[in-house]
């Protein structure tokens, strides 16, 4: 039997032009849109996954790194994630529950995003 578990890692806000992009709208405009958007969308749930199958325990990190709102962690030219976008994170739960997964021979991790 195959389990799958939902791990809360964090929370983020976004503009809700980010959220759900305007159809018909180039990426072009898509970019201003956000910009000029002043409505905020959050809390948001980053979660990452654990897979208990028969050949083993998975981890799928799908969220993204509470660095990314950090100032001076990405470049001065990358103005979505340092302004327009709040990461944070869910608390030293998920740290500990990773690295004691992560510390676990049956255990294979795959982050597909940036991790905490």
Known sequence: MIKVTAIPTGKAWMKSAQKCGGEGRSPIQRKL????????????EIFAW????PEGKFIVDTGDSAENSTPGYLPW???????EVSIRPAGMGSATFFR??????????????PTA
Do not use: Q
Request: a negative charge; aromatic letters at 16%.
């Open 50 to 53: 654990l897979i208990e199958h």
């Open 33 to 44: 849109d956000i910009f000029r958007d002043k409505n905020w969308v959050g809390p948001l």
């Open 100 to 113: 004691e997964m992560r510390d676990t021979p049956s255990t294979t991790c795959w982050p597909t995003g």
């Open 77 to 83: 030219w990358n103005p979505f994630f340092t302004k």
